[in-house]
């Protein structure tokens, strides 16, 4: 039977992406060969990629904006160093609001000054800063859009002239918002987008270019640009189900479409935990995540029955982060309504019978 996976990442994909992915590791497009198996510069290999690319900036409707779409490799980690190799020259600002953005401060104090413009740490990141100024003399501001960990999103973003780059590893292309007030956004694959080994960064092109230090080939987006994304053997499989998914997406109506259903997803089980009085949310109602919905029970005795009844259902993946505890839904675009429907039952079922 499958499972209803509220897994964090790598996570839920599309049954159909599931299907034609496992399709081409055997025989793809019809060539007799897998798709692992073939050159990344053979004519249909191209395809695939220039097909993700055009793809994802459509989806973002980035496209005749003067971004380009790179499908590279390192994690969402990498692009913690990569991004302040390419942009910072003298100062850089981020907005601290969990794991990911510390760590991604860590990495870039390596090229030159970061300023902390707000941190919500003092409580444990469960919200989001808001009302803060950027300062005028960054090189740019970096933020994560969505805090997988602790279950926080940025609802509105500041307004400003400094570049922005934003982490959406767990969140892009789930909500519409627009994109182009961004001028760097990256994102690994294994949430919204396909197996890990991928990690889609979208950049405008002009931002590049203004530090004056020597950045390494393998490091060097402008590099990847001029090389289409094909420097060296990029992640094949990884690439080919990012595009898959991405096509799945478009079909389905695009990001305007995947939103609404996102949205119920979220208000059925967030209304579930606010009603249930066995739960209680993590973060604070304003900043939850409609990607990651983090929640505890209200007496810790329960936990070896309310597991036990998530496991008869066939609800995988819901403990929360090991630096958290708790509980953590996370509810991908490709999760249907269905399972958040069978885990809430479960959470009610649980209250009927305490
Ligand atoms: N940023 C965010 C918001 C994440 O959720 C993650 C991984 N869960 C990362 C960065 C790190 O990604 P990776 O493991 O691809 O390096």
Redesign the pocket.
């Known amino acids: 039977m499958k499972k209803h996976n509220f897994s964090?990442?790598p996570c839920i994909l599309p049954q159909e992406v599931l299907q034609k992915a496992s399709e081409a590791l055997l025989n793809f497009n019809d060539s007799g060969l897998s798709l692992i198996e073939i050159s990344h510069r053979s004519k249909d290999f191209v395809e695939v990629m220039d097909t993700a690319q055009s793809l994802a900036l459509e989806l973002l409707d980035l496209k005749g904006k003067g971004y380009k779409a790179l499908f590279l490799q390192?994690?969402?980690?990498?692009?913690?160093l990569m991004t302040a190799y390419n942009l910072l020259e003298n100062k850089a600002g981020y907005l601290n609001t969990?794991t990911?953005s510390d760590?991604?401060i860590k990495e870039a104090k390596l090229f030159g000054e970061v300023v902390e413009v707000r941190s919500s740490k003092d409580k444990k990141f469960n919200y989001i800063p808001k009302n803060y100024m950027v300062p005028a003399d960054l090189d740019y501001f970096h933020l994560?859009s969505?805090?997988?960990?602790f279950g926080t999103q940025i609802k509105e973003f500041p307004k400003t002239k400094i570049p922005m780059v934003c982490?959406?590893?767990?969140d892009i292309f789930s909500r519409k918002l627009d994109f182009s007030q961004f001028d760097l956004i990256y994102a690994?694959a294994?949430?919204n987008m396909g197996p890990?080994g991928a990690?889609l960064v979208v950049v405008k092109e002009d931002i590049l270019g203004k530090v004056t230090r020597q950045i390494p080939s393998m490091l060097d987006y402008k590099v990847h640009i001029s090389k289409e994304s094909m420097f060296n053997t990029p992640p094949v499989f990884a690439v080919y189900t990012s595009m898959l998914t991405l096509q799945w997406l478009k079909n389905l109506g695009g990001i305007e479409a995947i939103e609404e259903i996102n949205n119920k997803k979220a208000q059925l089980l967030y209304s579930e935990i606010d009603l249930n009085p066995l739960f209680k949310g993590y973060a604070e109602k304003a900043d939850r995540s409609n990607m990651n919905a983090t929640f505890n029970l209200t007496d810790e005795k329960l936990k070896g029955s309310f597991d036990a009844m998530c496991k008869e259902a066939g609800i995988n993946g819901i403990n929360g982060h090991r630096s958290v505890g708790g509980y953590r839904a996370s509810m991908y675009n490709a999760l249907s309504l269905d399972s958040v429907g069978a885990l809430v039952d479960v959470m009610s079922d649980l209250e009927r019978n305490a």
Do not use: H, P, V, Y
Request: glycine content about 18%; hydrophobic content about 35%.
């Open positions: 964090a990442g390192g994690g969402a980690s990498m692009q913690f969990g990911w760590k991604a994560t969505n805090n997988t960990i982490d959406m590893s767990s690994g294994q949430k890990a990690t």
